[in-house]
């Protein structure tokens, strides 16, 4: 019902290892939770499209389709699940708050507080164009695994071991998924996101590269294919 193609420009290696690392996190709000802002789900996409292949209404019908697909197979494996109540986009450092701490530009997270998934759009749609489709649905499957985290009371002292297993939960959601053929990947797909996360290994003083907190690219590929390859009971979900 759902098939992907996924595109595989020739830059897709480096900026995919900066995107998925970049990319974080459980927020976990500090006040009172209170409710999503006001932010229409990917209405804003900025830009002009730069090619004829990668639209933004692509972006969105893969955003649309990330969640769908994360939604369907966490409703089968989780009792009592009740899907996360909003994806918002936004444009601007501090244009979504999460329990008083605002979200800043060139990354995602999930928000326990007010059970949502905000990503900097701008950011995300550039990453789309140059990766392709996959990112889109890594970056949706591990923010949506923080959701599920939450749903099943599993809190980790540390945030590495929050974050790999956010990568296993996000590779089994999508290994699970090709394997159910509700997602498609290309030949060398995956090949490339596990080039693209090992790449990053080599350059870890990048600025935005915060190896104790969310693991070295080594830990974070092995944690991420481990859950693609051998689905949810390598993720130690209990
Ligand atoms: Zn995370």
Known sequence: ?????????????????????????????????GAPPEVSPGSTVPGEQEDGTMSIDEFQRDVQGAVEVAEAYWEERV?????????????????VECGGQPLTRNNAAYCSGGDFIAY??????????QIGDAFVFYLLGHEYAHGIQV???????????????????????????????????DDGDIDELQQGLLAVGDDPGQPWFESGAHGTAEQRADSFFSGYQKSLDTCSLG
Do not use: H
């Open 1 to 33: 019902m759902f098939q992907r193609s996924w595109a595989r420009p020739a830059s897709a290696v480096a900026l995919l290892a900066l995107v998925l690392l970049a990319s974080a996190c459980l927020v976990e709000p500090s006040g009172d939770p």
């Open 79 to 95: 009792e009592g699940f009740r899907p996360i109540r909003r994806v918002i986009a936004y444009q601007r450092d501090g244009e």
């Open 120 to 129: 900097d759009v701008n950011w995300a749609v550039s990453a789309f164009r």
């Open 151 to 185: 749903r099943l009371g599993i809190q980790y002292r540390f945030t590495i071991q929050q974050e790999l297993q956010a990568d296993c939960m996000a590779g089994a959601y999508m290994g699970d998924s090709v394997r159910a053929k509700a997602l498609r990947l």
